[in-house]
């Protein structure tokens, strides 16, 4: 019972932690010890719910602990305040004892124009005290729930490095004083880059889960998605905030069919596109066409939003301009090259071009240090070599994909992959 009480908190506070961290900062106005507080509310119902049973709405339940965690945290140095100012003869006698400005959070947090706790939490925390690397890394810890070791595999580096940027990043803000007020005007505007990148990883974790049971974890997209749509909203001026928009709402629409009715993943390919949301592509191509409105080069989330409008407008797989797609890519590669979308590009060229075309290009990632350990770069490897009739090395290909797969549902794909071929012919055992 109190290990199935555990798993069930665990997975609360995945869906949780962020909306819970990001109403506790605004009291407190402090990132660092807004987490610590939501913690000690994660430990409350570790030891409480076995006991007492779990509560009808335990997300509200964790708030409400949370909440008043930092109440009493707050009234604390409210009281320890007075204590200070009445010590003063000086302060005493004119009657005006200075008490600080965090008691002035008991009744609100400062006025702004968001009013959206976890974007709130995301300016916050991508300070430019920080490097950008290191408000990402945790703004993703505190938004999303992830591990270390998520975040670790979503950028490519150790996971050591990712703790390291992690304790740092609540270090500086602390020995900073960081407030938790969102910026205006052009300091906003600087901070963009890494409030973008932070939503834009936060909804892929929901598209697919880097870890867990779960494909994918829903509520973390519906997350991202409203703060891209508000961000959007608060500035209208910025072709990449409405990109981003328009990429999370094409990517959106296709979540209903991404699993069949048992639950289990289905490809790009092979879905059913009548399951697909066409509100969600309406407004997303509505996003692309301010963008255009705006006249500003392409950026980053842009050129996905048209790389995903171009599947949402094919009525059919064998309707996909596939060479435009691979133009995309070019012009991605030249904004923000990466080993990844050197990765989705050579997929590209391999529909565009055939996989005779693509495999060198697969293979060259294949030899760098940084990517041996990516299994999506074996998934595809596989696919490649399946198409070119390399049975026997696919079916390795997918294995190995199946030896680093950290989500289940990955994991089992690759493995049914690798059966598969090892089923169609003796050349692959």
Request: hydrophobic residues 45%; neutral net charge; glycine residues 6%.
């Amino acid at each position: 019972m109190a290990r199935e009480v555990a798993r069930h908190v665990e997975a609360v506070w995945r869906i949780e932690s962020g909306r819970i961290v990001g109403g506790v900062a605004r009291l407190v106005r402090d990132v660092g010890l807004a987490e610590d507080l939501a913690q000690e509310a994660l430990m409350a119902a570790l030891e409480h719910w076995p006991v007492a049973g779990l509560p009808e709405n335990p997300g509200a339940w964790l708030m409400t602990t949370a909440r008043n965690k930092a109440l009493d945290y707050l009234r604390l140095q409210a009281l320890q305040a007075r204590k200070h100012a009445e010590l003063g003869a000086d302060a005493d006698a004119r009657g005006d004892a200075v008490v600080p400005d965090f008691v002035d959070a008991l009744d609100a947090a400062r006025a702004d124009d968001i009013g959206d706790d976890l974007l709130r939490l995301i300016f916050a925390a991508c300070h430019p005290l920080l490097p950008q690397q290191a408000q990402t890394a945790l703004t993703l810890k505190l938004l999303g729930g992830l591990s270390t070791s998520d975040i670790a595999r979503a950028y490519l580096v150790s996971e050591a490095t990712i703790a390291q940027r992690i304790v740092r990043a609540k270090k500086t803000l602390s020995q900073g004083a960081v407030p938790f007020d969102v910026p205006r005007g052009e300091e906003r505007v600087r901070r963009l880059t890494a409030v973008l990148e932070v939503i834009y990883l936060i909804f892929n974790e929901g598209y697919a889960a880097t870890s867990g049971p779960q494909w994918m974890r829903p509520a973390l997209c519906e997350d991202a998605l409203r703060l891209a749509r508000t961000l959007a909203a608060i500035l209208p001026q910025e072709a990449e905030a409405h990109g981003l928009q328009a990429l999370l709402e094409i990517q959106a629409s296709r979540l209903r069919a991404r699993t069949d009715a048992r639950g289990q993943p289905v490809l790009l390919l092979d879905q059913d596109r009548t399951r697909w949301d066409r509100l969600l592509i309406g407004r997303g191509l509505a996003a692309l066409g301010r963008v255009h409105a705006l006249g500003q080069p392409r950026g980053f989330y842009t050129l996905q939003a048209e790389i995903a409008a171009c599947h949402a407008r094919a009525a059919a797989p064998r309707d996909i301009d596939w060479t435009a797609i691979v133009a995309l890519y070019n012009e991605l590669a030249h904004v923000r090259p990466s080993p990844v979308v050197e990765l989705n590009r050579s997929v590209a060229i391999g529909m565009a071009h055939g996989p005779e075309a693509a495999l060198p290009l697969v293979e060259a990632l294949a030899a760098e240090p940084a990517m041996q350990g990516y299994g999506l770069l074996h998934a595809v490897r596989g696919d490649m070599l399946a198409r070119l009739g390399r049975a026997a090395e696919a079916c390795k290909a997918f294995t190995r994909a199946a030896e680093l797969a950290t989500n289940e549902q990955d994991k089992a794909l690759m493995r049914q992959r690798a059966d598969k071929l090892r089923g169609e012919g003796t050349d692959a055992d």
